[in-house]
Protein backbone atom coordinates (compact mmCIF):
# COMPACT_ATOMS: atom_id res chain seq x y z
CA UNK A 1 0.00 0.00 0.00
CA UNK A 2 1.57 3.39 -1.16
CA UNK A 3 1.42 5.94 1.57
CA UNK A 4 2.91 9.35 2.52
CA UNK A 5 2.99 10.64 5.96
CA UNK A 6 4.16 14.62 6.47
CA UNK A 7 5.91 15.54 9.99
CA UNK A 8 7.43 18.51 11.33
CA UNK A 9 5.24 21.33 11.84
CA UNK A 10 3.85 23.37 14.37
CA UNK A 11 4.11 26.72 16.03
CA UNK A 12 6.69 28.92 15.35
CA UNK A 13 7.26 32.48 15.49
CA UNK A 14 7.24 34.86 12.77
CA UNK A 15 10.79 34.77 11.02
CA UNK A 16 11.29 31.51 12.49
CA UNK A 17 12.21 27.56 10.79
CA UNK A 18 10.44 24.29 10.12
CA UNK A 19 11.55 21.52 8.49
CA UNK A 20 8.94 19.25 7.35
CA UNK A 21 9.31 15.70 6.29
CA UNK A 22 7.32 13.47 3.79
CA UNK A 23 8.16 9.25 4.32
CA UNK A 24 7.20 7.23 2.04
CA UNK A 25 6.33 3.39 2.76
CA UNK A 26 5.13 0.86 0.58
CA UNK A 27 7.06 1.93 -2.77
CA UNK A 28 10.30 3.35 -3.81
CA UNK A 29 10.38 7.33 -3.66
CA UNK A 30 13.30 7.40 -5.74
CA UNK A 31 10.80 6.24 -9.01
CA UNK A 32 8.60 9.17 -8.06
CA UNK A 33 8.37 13.49 -8.02
CA UNK A 34 7.43 14.88 -5.24
CA UNK A 35 5.56 18.32 -4.83
CA UNK A 36 4.82 19.88 -1.44
CA UNK A 37 1.58 21.67 -1.38
CA UNK A 38 -0.59 23.85 1.20
CA UNK A 39 -4.00 24.94 1.97
CA UNK A 40 -4.94 27.67 4.23
CA UNK A 41 -8.37 28.10 5.83
CA UNK A 42 -11.31 29.39 3.27
CA UNK A 43 -8.77 28.75 0.68
CA UNK A 44 -7.57 26.87 -2.30
CA UNK A 45 -4.83 24.23 -2.04
CA UNK A 46 -1.51 26.20 -3.66
CA UNK A 47 1.77 24.51 -5.12
CA UNK A 48 4.61 25.18 -3.16
CA UNK A 49 7.92 23.58 -4.45
CA UNK A 50 8.08 19.99 -6.39
CA UNK A 51 11.45 17.96 -6.96
CA UNK A 52 12.29 15.48 -9.93
CA UNK A 53 12.36 12.16 -8.90
CA UNK A 54 16.45 12.37 -9.22
CA UNK A 55 16.80 14.97 -7.44
CA UNK A 56 18.39 17.15 -10.38
CA UNK A 57 14.95 19.53 -10.89
CA UNK A 58 13.51 21.74 -8.18
CA UNK A 59 11.05 24.61 -8.91
CA UNK A 60 9.77 26.94 -6.21
CA UNK A 61 6.14 28.92 -5.82
CA UNK A 62 7.13 32.90 -6.11
CA UNK A 63 5.91 32.57 -2.50
CA UNK A 64 8.76 30.39 -1.49
CA UNK A 65 11.33 31.36 -3.66
CA UNK A 66 14.48 32.45 -1.73
CA UNK A 67 12.88 30.94 1.44
CA UNK A 68 12.08 27.43 1.40
CA UNK A 69 14.70 24.61 -0.28
CA UNK A 70 13.33 21.26 -1.17
CA UNK A 71 15.65 18.31 -1.00
CA UNK A 72 14.97 14.15 -1.19
CA UNK A 73 16.95 11.50 0.39
CA UNK A 74 15.82 8.46 -1.82
CA UNK A 75 18.07 6.03 0.86
CA UNK A 76 15.88 6.81 3.53
CA UNK A 77 12.63 7.29 0.98
CA UNK A 78 12.67 11.03 2.37
CA UNK A 79 11.94 14.40 0.98
CA UNK A 80 12.39 17.89 2.99
CA UNK A 81 11.00 20.86 3.06
CA UNK A 82 13.25 23.37 4.78
CA UNK A 83 11.13 26.67 5.54
CA UNK A 84 12.89 29.89 6.76
CA UNK A 85 11.74 33.51 7.24
CA UNK A 86 8.60 32.05 7.68
CA UNK A 87 5.76 34.30 8.22
CA UNK A 88 1.66 34.61 9.13
CA UNK A 89 0.63 33.88 5.79
CA UNK A 90 2.87 30.70 5.32
CA UNK A 91 0.41 29.24 8.08
CA UNK A 92 -1.34 26.45 6.39
CA UNK A 93 -1.82 22.80 6.15
CA UNK A 94 1.07 21.25 4.40
CA UNK A 95 1.00 18.46 1.88
CA UNK A 96 3.43 15.99 -0.09
CA UNK A 97 2.11 14.32 -2.72
CA UNK A 98 4.08 12.21 -5.39
CA UNK A 99 3.92 11.14 -8.83
CA UNK A 100 5.88 8.81 -11.64
CA UNK A 101 5.21 11.12 -14.43
CA UNK A 102 3.94 14.50 -13.79
CA UNK A 103 6.85 16.80 -12.46
CA UNK A 104 5.11 20.82 -11.27
CA UNK A 105 3.12 22.86 -9.30
CA UNK A 106 -0.05 21.74 -10.21
CA UNK A 107 -2.34 19.60 -7.91
CA UNK A 108 -4.73 17.92 -10.29
CA UNK A 109 -1.83 15.85 -12.06
CA UNK A 110 -0.36 14.00 -8.56
CA UNK A 111 -1.85 10.52 -7.60
CA UNK A 112 -0.48 10.04 -4.15
CA UNK A 113 -0.78 12.01 -1.28
CA UNK A 114 -0.26 12.40 2.43
CA UNK A 115 -2.56 13.56 5.18
CA UNK A 116 -1.12 16.52 5.70
CA UNK A 117 1.04 18.56 8.91
CA UNK A 118 -0.16 21.95 10.39
CA UNK A 119 2.40 24.74 9.87
CA UNK A 120 0.84 28.18 11.85
CA UNK A 121 3.29 31.39 12.00
CA UNK A 122 2.17 33.45 14.95
CA UNK A 123 3.26 36.01 17.69
Known amino acids: QLQLVESGGGLVQPGGSLRLSCVASGFTLDNYNIGWFRQAPGKEREGVSCISSSGGSTNYADSAKGRFTISRDNAKSTVYLQMNSLKPEDTAVYYC????????????????WGQGTQVTVSS
Open 97 to 112: AADPLFYGLSDEAYDY
